[in-house]
């Protein structure tokens, strides 16, 4: 593969400094804010409902900038980032890919992050882009900006319904990452092990990958011997949980 393109939230950043500030702003415990996020994620929802149960009027939107006027809006830095992040992406550069980080986050989301000089090739969120994901337009741009065809380029992310599905729809190929909410939650629902070409624990598992599209087994692990899923036995199929109808998410 040529180039690989990374999600942020859940992928590359802890979301947990997020969703502290946002109860904070709310007045409520961390812990009461955290459950609904989680409710919202094994119904499948966005996870901002979570914030529309607290405050059923609420205009999201409306309220970060009432944040950001009130000086706490979005901070990020050094421990915001999952510890696989800059060893993984140092290796993929080296290697000869062109690593791009391209996900859904504010246009103050994206100078934070170039502020922190990551070892990417590119860096841009989808307020800068004006489109967010699932949109098809955004993984258009995803496809201009990886300067590879589709089928070298991969697309990592945790989140089946904004990163897997539309990727792989966008004919990319796809590492569906078991970490976050999502990451976990979905991680064997039968259409992310249908879809993703590959699933992974950890960013530095993609180094591996290299040289591997075009061989990879849809819902395969990310071992090019084919070995099973992480705790199934070589003879031994995966155990597959069903937690929804999945595709109908948004």
């Known amino acids: 593969m040529e180039t690989i393109v990374l999600d942020i939230g859940e992928t590359l950043v802890r979301d ?10 709310l007045g409520v415990p ?9 409710a919202a994620v094994a119904q499948g929802r966005e996870a901002t409902d979570a ?7 609420m205009d999201v ?24 992040v800059r060893p993984a992406l140092g290796e993929l550069r080296a290697a000869g890919v062109r690593v791009v980080v391209a996900g859904d986050g504010t246009v103050r989301a994206g100078e934070l992050l ?35 065809a589709p089928e070298a380029t991969l697309y990592v992310g945790d989140h089946p319904a904004d990163d897997l599905f539309p990727a792989a729809a966008a004919g990319m190929r796809t590492a569906h990452l078991r970490r976050g909410p999502y990451g976990h939650w979905w991680a064997d629902h039968p259409d992310v092990v249908e879809t993703a070409d590959f ?9 591996g990958l290299v040289g591997l599209v075009g061989s990879a087994d849809p819902g395969g692990s990310a071992d090019p011997g084919g070995a099973a899923a992480p705790g199934a036995s070589a003879d031994e199929e995966p155990k597959v949980v069903r937690r929804g109808a999945l595709r109908s998410v948004r």
């Open 61 to 84: 939107e409306e309220a970060y900038r009432a944040r950001a006027a009130a000086g706490r809006g979005e901070h990020l830095d050094e421990s915001d980032l999952y510890q696989d």
């Open 114 to 148: 170039r502020a922190l000089d990551l070892p990417a090739d590119l860096v841009v969120t989808s307020g800068e882009w004006g489109v967010r994901k699932p949109d098809p337009e955004f993984f258009a741009r995803v496809a201009e900006a990886s300067g590879a």
């Open 199 to 207: 699933r992974i624990d950890a960013l530095t598992e993609l180094v």
């Open 30 to 38: 961390p812990h009461t804010l955290g459950a609904l996020v989680g």
């Open 16 to 25: 947990d400094r997020h969703w502290a500030s946002w109860a904070d702003w």
């Open 51 to 57: 914030l529309r149960i607290l405050r059923p009027d």
